[in-house]
């Protein structure tokens, strides 16, 4: 009886500490595991206006809780042109990436509370562990596929206009951004 009785303490106290090991919420899961869900919603529409007077839309998912935050692009084989992520950062702050399960290089666009690019790192080598700083306050980060910014003639002083920078595009928006291509100098075009 005795023997019942400790087999069957045993099989509960090994039961109780296997259940203890599982995730009790949502919160416990460490959303840079592979297999980590982490819900990113829909791709929005961000509007980058170069100096020279060039308009691109990107379709970046929208990064704001911690959980996304901390899993960004990780674990992704391709990020395809014209697509990205958007790091928001509220109150705004000095802010620093890293590429540790990140399976592609990236560029990286730190952007300041207006709307304004601030620094740009191409081919952010994919995997490193190396901190990649802003050495600015910023708003938010647009992480792109590796080439991109370049592809897209980007440099600090362009703008991005997005929601979380308060300058979101809307039709009288894009209507002033043709009428100032147009007044751009022909070679710029």
Partial sequence: MRTLIFSSLLALGVAAAAMAQEPSSQSDIDPTAQDAMIDFGGPEEVVILTTDGTRHVIQAEI??????????????????????????????????MWMRNTLVDLDLVFIDSNGSVV???????????????????????????AGQAIALGLRPGDTVRH???GNETTPATVADDEAAAEEAPADAQ
């Fill in 163 to 165: 929601a979380i920078f």
């Fill in 63 to 96: 990064a704001t809780t911690p959980a996304q935050k901390q899993r960004g692009l990780m674990w992704r084989e391709t990020v395809e042109p014209g697509t990205g992520m958007l790091f928001q950062y509220s109150p705004p702050e000095s802010a620093s």
């Fill in 119 to 145: 620094k740009i790192i191409a081919f952010a080598q994919s995997e490193s562990l190396r901190s990649l700083g802003s050495d600015a306050t910023v708003a938010g980060v647009l992480e792109l596929g």
